[in-house]
């Protein structure tokens, strides 16, 4: 004869097997959880690209700047050696060098096509700067240049930069808002599916209730099954995520904007922690829904 | 020490009162009958003695504790000492006989003892159906199932509720028996039952005391029947 105290099961294990399985309906908390935390992988490459690149341009922008000179073609070679001689005495400055007409047609080339007559165009000179630490005072610097060569104009890129930066900025905040909501939805749900299986097994917690079991072995058995399921659905969508962005096509320097979408270095271990979470996330909705629900029970 | 007594106990549910004015006390050992018409409020009367419903006026104690007191931890600690029967007893469908007579000891988080099982199993005749599942039992093998489900942790009281309502005349007198054999092992009994001669038949065998509900309130009734 076979009984139940003869079999090995822990006591734990005996708290699952009082609630009945709950069939085809238990796979719809574990898809949920998978399909929540596919989207919060990209949610997440989302804010951590943008993260990257708004100290990417921050940074690349913000140490080099650019003089352009325009000035009438006599006048060109005079204001540019005014230039370099005042930058040679200003504090603050790495390095500096004029662009010779080779490295501009290169620049221009992109826009303009192969064979660009550049000495034909009045084609601005370009002067590039890298400024040292401690940086150069771009005001004094502007004052300066306007006094010794009156066609030169200094960029240091803020205008460019600031823009730039706020975008990526509200980019990383909109994909750390996205992965709030997600994992909100995802209690929503979990709650919402504890409270229907509570709910259907009312009789199973009434006859549990009349042989003495305390709410929180009743709790027990659900928030077990729910967190399993969370936890299950969560590490697959994770998987499939992680195989999502690792599929995207590699980043290059000429499409850094569009395809830097994905993870870095330590960046891959953050979807990682996204099963133990979305697991976190099950148990508390699951023991909060179930004490609630076997107060209404008797 | 009295097991189970109530205090000026009323109840009432929505529209009006269904017992009033109910103070009686349950000594350890005894044998009791509670009869009345259908509807009379037998079974609200066993839900008040285990903290399924709270009286509405006056008071219940269970183990000189005030079960208005109690709070839901207490409630479940309680009904461990009290082992109920039900006319449609419920089981858990999905789990052999076996399992569901030891949920007691299941979900205290307790070992049963096989041999306790086994024997229990023989006292009550259900060795052959330890594996099968409940749906699978007869309405007199379901009832003797929950009797052994109710003392398989050796409770003080059972509270059995038309326990021999689905039954014929030979399992009544089988439960009746099981029943008696309890209460000379010295566990407080409280049978709820139309069943008349059920009641003729119990006081054949020990002094049984028969409470009756008339007109709201729960009375002793005499030697007659």
């Known amino acids: 004869m076979k009984l139940p105290a003869a079999k090995p099961a822990s006591p734990a294990t005996r708290a699952l097997q009082v609630v009945p399985p709950s069939g085809p309906t238990a796979w719809l908390t574990t898809f949920t959880a998978g399909a929540m935390t596919f989207l919060c992988v990209f949610a997440l490459a989302l804010s951590l690209a943008s993260g990257r690149l708004a100290n990417r341009w921050s940074e690349a922008l913000a140490r080099t700047a650019t003089i352009r000179l325009s000035a009438p073609a006599e006048q060109v070679q005079i204001q540019t050696d005014a230039i370099l001689a005042t930058l040679a005495t200003t504090p603050g400055i790495a390095s500096f060098r004029a662009l010779d007409d080779a490295e501009t047609r290169a620049l221009l080339e992109p826009w303009f096509g192969p064979g660009l007559p550049v000495e034909a165009l009045p084609i601005p000179r370009l002067i590039q700067v890298v400024e040292a630490d401690p940086p150069y005072d771009s005001e004094g610097l502007r004052q300066r240049l306007a006094a010794e060569a009156p066609g030169a104009l200094l960029d240091d890129h803020t205008r460019w930069r600031r823009p730039l930066a706020e975008a990526a900025a509200r980019i990383r905040l909109l994909g750390v808002l996205s992965i709030a909501l997600i994992g909100g939805a995802m209690a929503a749900m979990i709650t919402l599916a504890a409270r229907a299986a509570l709910a259907t097994n009312a009789e199973v917690i009434h006859v549990l209730r009349l042989v003495g079991a305390k709410d929180s072995y009743i709790a027990r058995a659900f928030v077990r099954r729910f967190t399993l399921r969370a936890l299950t659905g969560a590490a697959i969508g994770a998987a499939a995520g992680l195989i999502g962005v690792a599929a995207l096509p590699a980043a290059d320097a000429a499409g850094g904007f569009l395809t830097g979408l994905g993870f870095t270095g330590w960046g891959w271990l953050w979807p990682l922690a996204l099963p133990p979470l979305a697991a976190i996330v099950a148990f508390f909705a699951t023991r909060r829904a179930a004490f609630q629900k076997l107060r209404e029970l008797t | ?225």
């Not at chain 2, 039900?86 to 076996?98: E, G, R, V």
């Open chain 2, 1 to 225: 020490m009295t097991v189970i007594s109530f205090e000026n106990v009323a109840y009432s549910y929505g529209g009006g009162e269904l017992l009033t004015d109910v103070s009686l006390k349950l000594a350890p050992g005894s044998f009791h009958f509670l009869t009345g018409p259908s509807g009379a409020g037998k079974s609200t009367f066993l839900k008040l003695a285990y903290a399924e419903l709270r009286p509405t006026s006056g008071r219940v104690m269970l183990f000189d504790n005030d079960v208005t007191r109690l709070s839901r931890d207490d409630v479940a600690r309680t009904r461990r000492r009290i082992g109920i029967v039900h006319q449609d007893c419920k089981f858990l469908d999905h789990m052999t006989l076996a399992a569901n007579m030891a949920l007691p000891f299941t979900v205290s988080d307790r070992e049963s003892s096989p041999q306790d099982m086994e024997d229990l199993l023989g006292w009550v005749g259900l060795k052959h159906l330890a594996d099968a599942l409940p749906p699978q039992l007869s309405g007199g093998e379901r009832q003797r199932a929950a009797l052994a489900r109710a003392v398989i942790v050796d409770p003080d009281v059972i509270l059995a509720d038309e326990p021999t309502g689905n039954v014929d005349w030979e399992m009544s007198l089988r439960i009746l028996t099981l029943l008696v054999e309890l209460n000379k092992m010295g566990k407080t009994i409280l049978v709820a039952t139309h069943d008349l001669n059920l009641i003729r038949q119990a006081k054949a065998q020990i002094p049984a005391r028969v409470l009756r509900i008339r007109s709201h309130r729960v009375q002793l009734a005499g030697a007659d029947l």
